[in-house]
């Protein structure tokens, strides 16, 4: 089945404690993006991949960091969590170019409580 | 960072009704997606449209790709209970490579 998955679904933690959420996608999507979730926000954009080894900042970047070592991977990584990241985490891949180009399919998200 | 005008914020209907949310933007998109987000799950695509004019179904579900290339909607007739969720609209912007946009989304309550 063609999914995104992340890990964890749900954690909580406290403030400066290293954390990774993963995210694997089995689509060979060469593009993939992290969002937050807040209510009264919508869906913003934290960084995202167009391939290997190639990121770059969304729109709220700040605390996070990513990696893009594989295509099919693409971990979010929380180097001293804060509360204001306590957040709902979406991981999304779609195909750069061609048909079906530039359409997401976001994982099932990640609630991430720090404390 | 930019976003597109998604209305309206939240409904409550009676199972049965029909219900109609719209999206606009100052910006010309290339293309418009429609997604669903159930509670507790991340977005799920409902449909896409590639062309200005271009009205596409999926089950009870229709979505129009404004003329103008500035809006869209999407029509659920004979919502039933599964209905529920929240709705977003997303434009692709190919002035930044191609990123989506997101509406803040439409919440659905459906009353039995």
């Known amino acids: 089945e063609a999914q995104v998955t992340q890990n964890p679904r749900y954690l909580i933690t406290v403030t400066g404690k290293k954390l990774t959420v993963t995210c694997s996608q089995n689509m060979n999507h060469e593009y993939m993006s992290w969002y937050r979730q807040d209510p009264g926000l919508g869906l913003r954009q934290i960084y995202y991949s167009m391939n290997v080894e190639v990121t770059d900042k969304g729109d709220v970047p700040e605390g996070y960091k990513v990696s893009r070592k594989e295509k099919r991977n693409f971990p979010l990584i929380l180097e001293s969590p804060s509360p204001n990241q306590t957040s709902l985490y979406f991981c999304?891949?779609?195909?750069?170019?061609?048909?079906?180009?530039?359409?997401?399919?976001f994982g099932a998200g990640s609630r991430l409580t720090v404390l | 960072g930019q976003q597109l005008n998604q209305s309206p914020q939240s409904m409550f209907i009676q199972e049965g009704e029909d219900v109609s949310m719209n999206c606009t933007s100052s910006s010309i998109f290339n293309t418009w997606l429609w997604y669903k987000q159930d509670p507790g799950e991340g977005p799920v695509l409902l449909i896409a449209l590639y062309k200005a004019g271009e009205l596409t179904s999926n089950g009870r579900l229709t979505a129009q790709f404004g003329i103008t290339r500035k809006d869209s909607f999407l029509n659920i007739s004979a919502s039933i209970p599964s209905d529920v969720g929240i709705y977003f609209c997303?434009?692709?912007?190919?002035?930044?490579?191609?990123?989506?946009?997101f509406g803040q989304g439409t919440e659905l309550s459906v009353k039995p």
């Open positions: 997303a434009g692709v912007d190919y002035n930044q490579g191609g990123k989506l946009i």
């Open positions: 999304a891949s779609s195909l750069w170019q061609g048909e079906g180009a530039n359409v997401l399919t």
